[in-house]
């Protein structure tokens, strides 16, 4: 434990790490990989260890420096290094990824921020990822972002679907490049949407006159209205409407009316989503997917996103 | 395509989608489906890159039910999937859309048949796919014809894949082009070079193109010369029938390795679409030199394992190439002068395909060399297909310690540490990207053509009935010819 931040001395004891991870093999060595820096903000032990989780089933695809910032108030703030290492399939040699978990209060986040500008892999790509709700409401995490070619953030942590965009639109006007898990969890549903139009034989969908989206709770969660600008952007004639449904939070359905009818997609039993209507009657698999998933999809996406960047407006 | 008209497309996130379709595969008892193409489709319904209603109707001329051939395929499956889980619940859903057609390929009833299980399973979309001896292509393709199989409905589309070779020499390519012409128009035939899926291949243009520092350097004032090796360490493993008619020649270099060398050596595309990227590999083939009669001894060299002809199937006489090595002169501003050095062999010393560009040396040497050798290690940037997919740098250094002595040392990449994630086989990529109709990564007939020019030569001289093709002892890099044939330019092989 320090009582600051040197990052001299970590990346110092990063190289002993690979000395020694190199050493444990018996010779053959280990292979040192990395695409990126993931700075991972994590608001207490139980967050930093899911992240922890969560970073090492993304590092298969996205090798990356992980520095893990743990928020945690009224501790000296410390650092100690870490290694993520995997076995390819049918591989004689280990792959590893390194990481630096820090700890330290929001208070401390400038000194954090500068401690970070040295600690990033150099020429590579930076992504900060904030997992809970701090930095929809803390002030200090504005010290990190600018650190960033990339903000990952998760709208679902907090209430309020309207504040939560007006943020995410702010940062957006700042100049950041920002994405929202939120939005990757529509993936599914927008793909199975967009896959009924691939069809050639499918009506234009400029007919579409009405939308109507349905959704659990009593408000519009932010996901149905990211669905709606959406489809509002896609079909700029039609009108869009928002109705509340039984069922769990969240988007339960979506209609597309025209002259010759209506398609539905719904929310099925089995983790499914069932497409009706226009002579279709199927049902899709849509397994729920896990943090590890979305955040492989975004961090694949490190240029501009023009899709999601179209639904913020 | 799809996101022409579709105003949800977002093809950042969404994997190109397939249409429903079906899949006739001809020869489907045969290896290439049960080694290849049933675990490359199982691998793409594992990942839900298939429609669910996604068929395969098998044709051969074994006498089996639709049980039977799922049972077989289930066996292949099981027996070639590399790393892929064998998932049952999966393969349940995905052999419930499999038939099978018992038939000779020239019985039109046959056709006849397929054609009422498309229509029973209601698929529009259908790529036949030739898996059969190449001799059939031009019969089953007019069989296909006859039957009208070849005609799709509105906005649905009938398709062709042909495997190589694509004809034994130019008459015989041109041959087999009419005749599968006069039934599929050309951008419904897809020729199939898995070389061009593997995705270090396909790397090969992200590396060119997608970077600023190389393409200043990759041309006749900074490169000295390029290899290109395809090694086996094995031999014709049991197909001693086959190779003996096709040669390494034939099997490597007229269609695969030309294809690397025109990957390599091609000019940008102003756009990356199909035809604008085969049209660049395709400009870049017409212009490689044609070997003059006289020039072949130079520039070419067979070699044959000793042993080959004790194969199974193979006759004892046999004058076949188990090894070929060429040099070839790309004849436009960037490349004149340039030799391009292709070798491909059986039962050399390891299992290895990678390209090698030698920079030329500096003008000057400065240092001491380590190895005192220096002027003989240039610059040398080699790109690995297989194994250990991935792109080294050579360099030289100052070693630590007095003085300044310098040696060469490696920068590698690796693909596989890069990108963690699992690489689709090339026939997954090649096999998405005909049901979807993305053409970019097959061969052209143009393609074809021009590269049975620049062989023809050389086997029409390897075929003379006087040449006889050296011996070379296995596990070594071929006849020792092949070493002269660059000595004589001032060159070495790389044996790395």
Not at chain 1, 114 to 131: G, S
Not at chain 2, 173 to 196: G, K, S, T
């Amino acid at each position: 434990m320090t009582a600051t931040i040197e990052p001299e001395r970590i990346l110092r004891e990063m190289n002993q790490l690979w000395d020694q991870t190199g050493a444990d093999t018996g010779g053959a060595g280990v292979l040192r990989a990395c695409t990126m820096t993931l700075i991972v903000v994590a608001e207490n032990d139980e967050d930093a260890a899911l992240a922890r989780r969560t970073i090492g089933s993304i590092m298969h695809d996205h090798p990356s420096r992980a520095l893990v910032v743990k928020t945690q108030d009224g501790e000296d703030m410390s650092a100690r290094v870490f290694s993520e290492c995997w076995m390819p399939f049918g591989g004689q040699q280990q792959i590893c990824s390194e990481g630096v978990e820090l700890t330290s209060g929001p208070r401390h986040f400038a000194e954090v921020a500068r401690a970070l500008v040295p600690l990033r892999a150099p020429d590579l790509p930076t992504v900060v990822w904030c997992r809970g709700p701090g930095a929809f409401t803390l002030r200090a995490f504005d010290e990190l972002f600018p650190l960033a070619d990339k903000i990952i953030l998760d709208s679902s942590t907090i209430s309020g679907a309207s504040a939560a965009l007006a943020f995410i639109r702010s940062l957006r006007l700042r100049g950041y490049r920002i994405a929202d898990l939120e939005w990757t969890r529509l993936t599914g549903w927008r793909e199975v949407l967009s896959q009924v139009f691939d069809d050639q034989s499918m009506q234009a969908p400029n007919s579409i006159t009405s939308i109507r989206i349905a959704h659990g709770g009593q408000t519009p969660p932010i996901c149905a209205i990211y669905f709606g600008s959406w489809l509002g952007r896609a079909l700029p004639s039609a009108h869009v409407r928002f109705d509340t449904a039984e069922g769990d939070p969240g988007l339960r359905s979506v209609t597309l009316s025209s002259r010759e009818g209506d398609l539905s997609l719904s929310v099925s039993s089995g983790g499914c989503l069932a497409v009706t209507g226009l002579g279709r009657q199927y049902r899709t698999a849509l397994p729920p997917r896990d943090e590890a998933a979305l955040m492989r999809e975004e961090l694949k996406i490190l240029g501009s996103d023009s899709v999601y960047e179209r639904v913020l407006g | 395509m799809p996101d022409d008209h579709n105003p949800f497309a977002d093809p950042l996130r969404f994997e190109r989608r397939v249409p429903e379709c079906a899949m006739v595969i001809f020869g489907a008892n045969g290896d290439l489906t049960k080694r290849k193409l049933l675990p490359a489709l199982y691998r793409l319904a594992y990942d839900r890159r298939l429609p669910a209603s996604f068929a395969i109707i098998g044709n051969s001329r074994t006498d089996l039910g639709d049980d039977e051939f799922r049972n077989n395929m289930r066996d292949a499956v099981q027996k070639f999937s590399e790393d892929t889980a064998f998932d049952p619940d999966l393969w349940s859903r995905f052999a419930k859309n499999i038939y099978y057609i018992a038939g000779d390929m020239n019985d039109p009833s046959m056709y006849q048949a397929i054609g009422k299980r498309i229509g029973e399973i209601e698929r529009h979309n259908v790529l036949f796919y030739l898996s059969t001896q190449p001799s059939y292509y031009g019969a089953v393709a007019e069989q296909i014809g006859a039957a009208g199989l070849n005609e799709a409905g509105p906005g649905a589309w009938r398709r062709i894949v042909v495997e190589k070779p694509f004809g034994h020499d130019l008459e015989s390519a041109r041959a087999l082009n009419q005749r599968l012409q006069a039934v599929f128009p050309e951008n419904e035939i897809y020729r199939i070079d898995h070389y061009l899926g593997k995705e270090t291949v396909q790397n090969i243009l992200a590396f060119r193109f997608g970077n600023g520092i190389f393409e200043p350097l990759w041309n006749r004032r900074y490169i000295n010369q390029v290899q290109i090796t395809a090694a086996e360490s094995i031999g014709v493993e049991g197909r001693g029938g086959y190779y003996q008619e096709a040669g390494a020649l034939r099997d490597m270099i007229q269609n695969h390795l030309l294809q690397v060398l025109a990957t390599v050596a091609m000019e940008p595309a102003a756009v990356f679409e199909p035809d604008a990227v085969r049209d660049e590999r395709a400009k870049l083939l017409r212009s490689i030199k044609i070997m003059q009669p006289e020039q072949v001894p130079l520039y070419a060299v067979p070699g044959q394992y000793d042993g080959f002809r004790e194969e199974k199937g193979v006759d004892p006489g046999s004058n076949t190439d188990t090894f070929a090595a060429a040099t070839f002169f790309i004849e436009n501003w960037r490349w004149a002068g340039v030799p391009f050095f292709v070798r491909t062999g059986k039962k050399l010393p390891k299992r290895s395909t990678e390209i090698a560009i030698q920079y030329n040396s500096a003008p000057l040497s400065l240092f001491a060399s380590g190895d005192g050798d220096l002027p003989k290690r240039p610059n040398l940037l080699i790109l690995r297909i297989q194994p250990e997919e991935g792109i080294s740098l050579r360099f030289v250094s100052k070693q630590p310690g007095a003085g300044m002595h310098v040696r060469p040392v490696s920068m590698d990449f690796k693909y596989g540490a890069s990108f963690g994630g699992r690489s689709p086989s090339a026939y997954e990529t090649l096999l998405i990207d005909a049901m979807i109709g993305d053409a970019t990564l097959y061969t052209r007939q143009d393609m074809v053509e021009a590269s049975w020019r620049v062989v023809e030569p050389i086997l029409h001289a390897w075929q003379s009935p006087n040449f006889r093709v050296p011996l070379y002892e296995p596990g070594t890099w071929g006849p020792p010819e092949a070493e002269k044939m660059l000595e004589r330019q001032g060159r070495h092989w790389r044996n790395a």
